[in-house]
């Protein structure tokens, strides 16, 4: 895992919706762990390019490798904008079929396309909750 430090996300404004915390609070992963997934996106290791602003991004389990630890799905502009939508446990299944592919895009696209109000009362609201920040969520 690369060391993350305040710098390097500073600038960088990341999420995850409702539904992903639930699947994150079932696993092994934290925070952290996606701190350090979008650190990897921002230098350039991206798994999959999915189109849509969607990306797919594999992350180390705690004791498995990446090769045996989880898939996410992110939606984001490759800037200061990071919105986990999807996850997904590589023994649980191999990938999205086209259905969640579409949905996912443009949900991808709602999320992105936000405006700061916007975010401000879906983070409220609860359907949205912000991570990688001093503020810390309860998923950790």
Not at 57 to 72: D, E, I, L, S
Not at 124 to 134: F, N
Request: hydrophobic share 45%; net charge neutral; aromatic share 6%.
């Amino acid at each position: 895992m690369l060391p993350i430090s305040p710098g390097d996300i500073v600038a960088h404004r990341i999420f995850v919706t409702r539904t992903f915390c639930r699947w994150l609070r079932k696993t092994e992963l934290s925070e952290r762990d996606l701190c350090a997934a979008v650190v990897e996106m921002i230098s350039g290791l991206i798994d999959a390019d999915l189109g849509g602003h969607l990306f797919k991004k594999r992350v180390a389990a705690p004791g498995r490798g990446k090769r045996g630890g989880a898939r996410v799905l992110v939606g984001t502009n490759l800037d200061d904008r990071w919105v986990f939508l999807f996850g997904f446990e590589k023994n649980e299944r191999d990938n999205i079929d086209d259905r969640e592919l579409v949905a996912l895009r443009k949900l991808a696209e709602a999320l992105l396309n936000l405006d700061a109000g916007e975010i401000a009362r879906e983070l409220e609201a609860g359907t949205l909750m912000e991570i990688c920040h001093e503020a810390k969520s309860n998923t950790q």
